[in-house]
């Protein structure tokens, strides 16, 4: 809009001089603009072996928790998913059997969890609701793939391993 409005600059017309045929003046002074460029405190990093650091507000990923015993913290009420505004969050609910203590921490479990990082907007919302201090975000942020399944995280992806498990 703003190209359409604002008056294009006219077409200089006139005639080259010598010195503007021979382009050298120019391919000076577009390489004093280079080294200009080189002495001076550079903008960019060499992501991925170099990183900014994250703001203190940064959220990214998120994590589902165990607590100290290796059980899931997670109790399926679904307050993260009523909570998402992007509606990211899915989940099954399903009850604990006998002889699986160990494996959860209350009667209720999430038996299927899943976040759609592509609608995920990381607000932060779905960490605020949660009751059981279930689900961080946390400073490491979802990696490319070149399919959408690729970015849809189950249990698995989201939760925290046990000591000397490898994801
Ligand atoms: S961070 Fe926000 S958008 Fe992403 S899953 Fe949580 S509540 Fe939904
Ligand atoms: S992560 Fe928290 S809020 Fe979401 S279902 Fe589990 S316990 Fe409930």
């Given amino acids: 809009m703003q190209a359409l409005t604002n008056r294009a600059k006219p077409v200089d017309r006139r005639p080259m001089t010598f010195m503007e045929k021979i382009y050298l003046p120019a391919i000076a002074k577009g390489m004093g603009i280079t080294l200009k460029h080189i002495f001076q405190k550079k903008e960019t990093v060499r992501y991925p072996e170099q990183k900014r650091p994250f703001s203190p507000v940064f959220r990214g990923l998120h994590v589902l928790n165990r607590d100290a015993e290796g059980r899931e913290n997670c109790t399926a009420c679904g307050l993260c998913a009523v909570a998402c505004p992007a509606e990211a ?16 921490r209350e009667e209720k479990y999430a038996a299927r969890y899943e976040i759609n990082m592509l609608r995920c907007i990381f607000c932060g919302f779905c960490e605020e609701a949660c009751p059981k201090d279930a689900i961080y975000l946390t400073e490491t942020f979802a990696p490319a793939h070149y399919k959408r399944e690729g970015f849809i995280y189950g249990k698995k992806d989201l939760l925290v391993p046990m000591p000397g498990e490898k994801k």
Avoid: D, S
């Fill in 89 to 104: 969050i899915t989940m099954e609910a399903a009850e604990r059997k006998p002889g699986e203590e160990n494996l959860y």
